[in-house]
């Protein structure tokens, strides 16, 4: 079983809709969620990132954390075109020789049609 | 303000020949990473470097080799490329570590090599 869990989709909704993108991990010393956007044929680039539990908006964006349940979840709000991308969650312990390594879930490939 | 750059960002190579994948950041990041990506398996950390002159396997480091050349360069070479390696490779880096003891920051991944073995 992957430590990190990751539904891939496709995920198609039409332009305005609320997306939900969610993971979840067996592992209980990671602290430390990101969300990652990745275009096409680019890099991953850091959307959110949480510590422990608790929810963080910015934007059209929320992040939430539930670590009772090792549950993970990325709210888009009236979803873009511009938002079809991969999403990445990705997670790691902190401190100690951790330094910052990343277990990442397998992604999910969101197209918002107009 | 580049961030992380990596060179080449193709490459096709035939089964046993050598090659090294360049990167270089410009943030004054402590830590640095190869990743490899690969369809339905996200990406998977192949060395990390912590710190100038120190690095350390990741979960995939079999037929790599990496240099930390300098605080801004990380370097990965295959000595002897094998189909299995095909992939797309990212650099990234981050504060983490250091004299400020950073221990939350995230990465700041490049735009990755696109790798071909045949």
């Known amino acids: 079983q992957k430590e990190v869990e990751q539904d891939p989709g496709p995920l198609s909704v039409p332009e305005g809709a609320i997306v939900s993108l969610n993971c979840t991990y067996s592992?209980?010393?990671?602290?430390?969620f990101m969300w990652y956007r990745q275009y096409s044929r680019k890099g991953p680039e850091l959307l959110m990132y949480?510590?422990?539990?608790g929810n963080k908006e910015d934007g059209r964006f929320t992040a939430q954390v539930d670590k009772s349940s090792k549950y993970i979840s990325l709210f888009i709000r009236d979803s873009q075109p511009s938002d079809s991308a991969t999403y990445l969650c990705a997670m790691s312990a902190v401190g100690g020789t951790s330094y910052g390594k990343l277990t990442f879930g397998q992604g999910t490939i969101l197209t918002v049609h107009p | 303000n580049a961030g992380v750059t990596q060179t080449p960002k193709f490459q096709v190579l035939k089964t046993g020949q050598s090659m090294t994948l360049q990167c270089a950041q410009d943030?004054?990041?402590?830590?640095m990473y190869w990743y490899r990506q690969d369809p339905g398996m996200g990406l998977r950390l192949i060395y990390y470097s912590a710190s100038e002159g120190t690095t350390d396997k990741g979960e995939v480091p079999n037929g790599y080799n990496v240099s930390r050349l300098n605080k801004r360069e990380f370097s990965l070479r295959l000595e002897s490329a094998a189909p299995s390696q095909t992939s797309v490779y990212f650099c990234?880096?981050?504060?983490?570590?250091?004299?400020?003891?950073?221990?939350?920051?995230?990465?700041?991944f490049g735009n990755g090599t696109r790798l071909t073995v045949t």
């Open positions: 949480t510590y422990s539990s």
């Open positions: 943030m004054n990041h402590n830590s």
């Open positions: 990234a880096s981050s504060a983490i570590g250091g004299e400020t003891r950073t221990y939350n920051s995230p990465l700041h």
């Open positions: 592992n209980s010393a990671f602290q430390y």
